[in-house]
């Protein structure tokens, strides 16, 4: 197989002075804001015992693990190879597979309900062994693609930078929770509509600083691919889990944080790597994936939401007929024709029949344990 030609021109340019404009460092600083703005009203939803628990039994962690650096980086040296890519986008695509799950994971695993401890756990550890893994896989598969020292390029600092960034604000946010429990949800709820509104910024001003240089990757076969790469990370990193026998909310995290990638990560590694009259308009490509990634991320969040709704639809309606049929059957010589208090054998935050009075059905919201009398 060829390899890539480094010195050949690429018939492309960035905007004049790209990367120090003044668009430039407010999108940087936006950027940076919002993180931290993020991570700390994420750490607000957190418990350190529950965090602990995945640490003593990481079978959760194992699998976003092998699932992050096993699925991703296959993907997309397979997809590379199915669509017949060139040198150079392949080695573009690639670099994106084999960096380590985003900050953007941790958000969607919020909105799917999912296991918000497990999900930080899970970044982290990315990030550690993306210190590895990243230069490992680099070597592996690109060879043969590129004949430079693409291990090399990686950019060790930036992902520190990244453990420092998501942490420290994390850190504190379960540390207001475990002291301050009763400003935790006000943080929270502050905090979202902030990350919300500056999102929004972000994104425009992204479209702004961008302008028209994102239309050369928006060819067929690269949409095609940064499609194909988020979906398969988001089904192949559920059903994984699900074999594996994790409940739904551990699952659906898995699934989150496999198909997210830290695009950051990737765009630093091209913009190190090679120059603009060399990677020419693929330099935008992690944008095109991370587009590709909001979008069906949001959507699968939106099947997950509606899975939740017609499960705790039938699950009412399986108490109530329940119910009814308890109290038709229990003897009226119980003294005051009311029947016993059931049990709630659940685990999930559903609603839970707490008793019966006068053919009344009371019901309790909140999460209750198996097996435990709800009073």
């Known amino acids: ?34 993180l931290i703005i993020m991570m700390f009203s994420l750490g607000c939803t957190m418990e350190f015992s529950k965090i602990k628990a995945h640490f003593w039994k990481p079978k959760g962690v194992a699998i976003a693990l092998v699932a992050q650096y096993g699925i991703m980086p296959l993907t997309a040296f397979a997809l590379g190879k199915i669509f017949r890519l060139n040198n150079i986008e ?10 380590p799950g985003g900050s953007l994971s941790n958000l969607f695993s919020l909105a799917a309900k999912g296991d918000m401890n497990l999900s930080i756990v899970m970044t982290t550890c990315f990030h550690f062994f993306a210190l590895g893994m990243m230069p490992l896989l680099l070597y592996v598969y690109s060879r043969g693609i590129y004949d430079g020292n693409l291990k090399n390029k990686v950019p060790y600092g930036g992902i520190v930078l990244s453990l420092v960034v998501v942490l420290t604000p994390c850190t504190l946010g379960i540390f207001l929770k475990s002291k301050r429990p009763q400003y ?46 988020p979906f398969i990370g988001f089904l192949l990193g559920f059903l994984l889990s699900t074999l594996f026998r994790l409940n739904g909310q551990c699952s659906r995290t898995v699934s989150m944080e496999t198909g997210c990638q830290n695009v950051q990560l990737c765009t630093a590694i091209l913009n190190v790597t090679f120059s603009p009259e060399v990677i020419g308009p693929l330099f935008f490509f992690p944008l095109l994936y991370m587009i590709c990634q909001y979008g069906e991320g949001l959507l699968l969040i939106a099947l997950f939401r509606c899975y939740e709704k017609i499960k705790l639809s039938k699950d009412k309606t399986k108490m109530i007929y329940t119910a009814a049929a308890t109290e038709e059957t229990t003897p009226a010589a119980l003294g005051n024709g009311s029947t016993p208090k059931e049990e709630c054998c659940s685990s999930t935050a559903y609603p839970c029949l707490s008793g019966l009075d006068s053919g009344q059905e009371i019901w309790k919201a909140g999460t209750v344990n198996c097996g435990e009398k709800v009073a």
């Open 1 to 34: 197989m060829e390899t890539l030609n480094v010195s050949a021109p690429y018939n492309f340019s960035l905007p004049p002075n790209f990367g120090k404009r003044p668009t430039d460092l407010a999108l940087s600083t936006m950027l940076v804001f919002l």
């Open 90 to 99: 392949a080695l573009a695509i690639l670099i994106c597979g084999c960096s």
């Open 184 to 229: 935790a949800r006000y943080v929270i709820k502050a905090g979202m509509i902030i990350v919300l509104l500056l999102s929004v910024a972000v994104t425009a001003l992204s479209v702004i600083n961008v302008g028209r240089s994102i239309l050369f990757v928006m060819t067929p076969h690269l949409w095609a691919t940064s499609s194909l790469m």
